[in-house]
């Protein structure tokens, strides 16, 4: 089995390691490479898992040799809609998120078998909710009005997202599908729960938009069952930062 990871950075990573312990030859771009590299890499019925940013082709090199693309998008895709889940159509409102939807639709024009996924915030160790999350401001100055905070988030867990991408390149299932764990949460939430870890007081951290993302079509589908089924899981099981 060949597994051609486009983009092998935090999410693909861990996507290779999955297939290596399957015995996989897993061949893994990061930004040095160009579409000649990527043609070199390329060989007939490889799996592709596409997590780079829609700045240049990359499917152009592919060809038609690839029996199977997965797409990395974003649930940006998906505009202001407050809730979504499969059945959401997609309303980008911002250039990032229309340029995402436009190499949704290279990938679905593709002659290969394909599946897109379209994952919530990503968080894992290193990066996310705890990396970000800052400590109470300095007495003197007014603190963050948390009633102000009704926003809710949803999030995947990196190590639940890689097994997502596992089971979908070894999938024949078509289509798009939200990704994200079961429970969606609040600024508040999220900075309570950090506080209790990191034994000191932090501030929520405001997101520009609400969004509760439902990911269980894809996870039946697909057969998953999330290691990390909220944040509450994912941030006790991982190392602590300091802040």
């Known amino acids: 089995m060949n597994v051609l990871i486009l983009g092998c950075g935090y999410t693909g990573q861990r996507v290779a390691e999955r297939f290596r312990a399957r015995g996989a030859t897993v061949t893994g771009t990061n930004r040095s490479w160009d579409l000649a590299d990527i043609r070199r ?5 490889v799996l592709v898992l596409h997590s780079v940013p829609p700045v240049t082709n990359v499917l152009e090199a ?4 690839p029996a199977r693309v997965v797409y990395l998008s974003t649930t940006g895709v998906y505009g ?8 959401t159509p997609v309303e980008p409102d911002t250039e990032r998120a229309r340029l995402r939807l436009e190499e949704e639709q290279r990938v679905t024009a593709g002659p290969w078998s394909w599946l897109i996924l379209r994952p919530a915030a990503i968080y894992g160790p290193g990066r996310g909710i705890l990396w970000t999350s800052r400590p109470k401001v300095p007495p003197g100055k007014p603190a963050a009005d948390r009633k102000a905070c009704p ?10 997202l890689a097994a997502h991408v596992e089971a979908a390149l070894l999938s024949s299932i078509t289509g798009a599908y939200p990704v994200a ?3 969606p949460s609040t600024p508040q939430e999220i900075a309570e729960f950090c506080s209790q870890l990191l034994n000191t007081q932090v501030e929520p951290r405001e997101s520009r938009s609400s969004r509760r993302v439902d990911g269980s079509a894809i996870r039946r589908l697909l057969g998953i069952t999330l290691r990390y089924p ?4 994912g941030l006790t099981q991982q190392p602590l930062p300091r802040l």
């Open 62 to 65: 592919l060809a038609d040799a």
């Open 230 to 233: 909220s944040y509450r899981e």
């Open 151 to 160: 926003t809710y988030v949803s999030r995947i867990h990196v190590d639940d």
């Open 181 to 183: 764990d079961e429970h």
């Open 41 to 45: 890499a390329v060989t007939p019925g």
């Open 80 to 87: 202001s809609a407050a809730a979504v889940d499969e059945n």
